[in-house]
Structures are given as structure tokens and as C-alpha cells.
């Protein structure tokens, strides 16, 4: 079997396609960063084809490298922690409907009357004296980064004095 082949085609698949907003997707970096380093060239792809394509450069580096190549060892790590949760070996039909469940379980735990915000005794822990940085003074430059990482939010401004507020 041709794995290069089959690789290359999954991803220029995932390249030429939008995976709806709503649907369960994963982040893969068509150059494995653990082999190339950082890289900015990613796609999108499902549960499904994200294990897939793990799998396939898994066996592509193990046919040109043999067993004992870092790249080959390096990309079986990556199959494993896919195929292995609570000691249970797993495919990628199981992985995907695993990873599709996991995201519905957390979106309802973080939603309506179920979100952290909404539960009275997480408002008093995060607010006022409870606050962990309550009394603290920040340096400017930390605000001003904080300040800018959270623009689309609502941010309430920890000041350096009692003249900023």
C-alpha cells in the first residue's frame, strides 16, 4: 500500500474543503511538528480522518525507516496515545465517537444554567477579597497585555493605583 499516496490525498481533501461550524473537528499539521519543527501548515479534519492520518504516517515512516527510526518511533506515539484510553485499544470509529461525545459532554457542562459563571459559589470565589489577585498591583506592561490578548471581552482593568482606577 502506497501510505505517502493515501496521506497526500486525505490532505489536500481536508485543504479544499470547510468543515461546517457546527461539527466536530481537530487541527492536524500536514508536516508532523515533531519531525519538522513548527509549522503553520494545518487543516482541518474530523476525529475519523485526524486518526487516519496519523495512522498512515505512522506506517509511511515505518516502510521507508524501519521500527527504529526516531521519525518511525516518533510517529507510533502518536498512534498510540490515539489508540490507547483507560488501557482499552481502540479504532478510529471508536476514537471518533469518543472524541465527538467528549465535546458534546463539555458543551453542555459549559452551558446555560451549567456554567461555572452562572453557579452562585463561583461568583463569590472569583469575586471581590476571594479573588486571587485581589490587593495585588500589576505592572503596566501586564495589564496592557492582558488588556489586549482579551479585547472582545468585557475586561475589568487591574490597576497599577488608586490614579488609574
Request: positive net charge; aromatic residues 10%.
Amino acid at each position: 500500500m502506497n501510505y505517502k499516496k493515501h496521506y497526500i490525498k486525505l490532505m489536500r481533501k481536508a485543504e479544499n474543503r470547510k468543515l461546517p461550524k457546527l461539527s466536530y473537528k481537530e487541527e492536524h499539521h500536514i508536516f508532523p511538528v515533531s519531525i519538522f519543527g513548527k509549522n503553520k501548515t494545518l487543516v482541518e479534519l474530523t476525529a475519523r480522518e485526524h486518526f487516519v492520518a496519523h495512522l498512515l504516517l505512522w506506517k509511511y515512516y515505518q516502510k521507508k525507516y524501519g521500527n527504529k527510526n526516531e521519525k518511525t518511533k516518533k510517529m507510533l506515539n502518536a498512534v498510540w496515545y490515539m489508540t490507547h484510553i483507560d488501557n482499552k485499544k481502540i479504532n478510529s470509529k471508536i476514537y471518533e465517537t469518543l472524541k465527538i461525545n467528549k465535546a458534546i459532554i463539555m458543551s453542555e457542562q459549559m452551558s446555560g444554567e451549567n456554567h461555572p459563571m452562572k453557579k452562585e459559589e463561583h461568583r463569590i470565589k472569583i469575586s471581590g477579597e476571594n479573588h486571587y489577585l485581589f490587593g495585588k498591583k500589576q505592572k503596566r506592561e501586564i495589564v496592557d497585555k492582558y488588556i489586549e490578548a482579551h479585547q472582545h471581552q468585557a475586561v475589568a482593568i487591574l490597576c497599577i493605583d488608586d490614579e488609574t482606577r
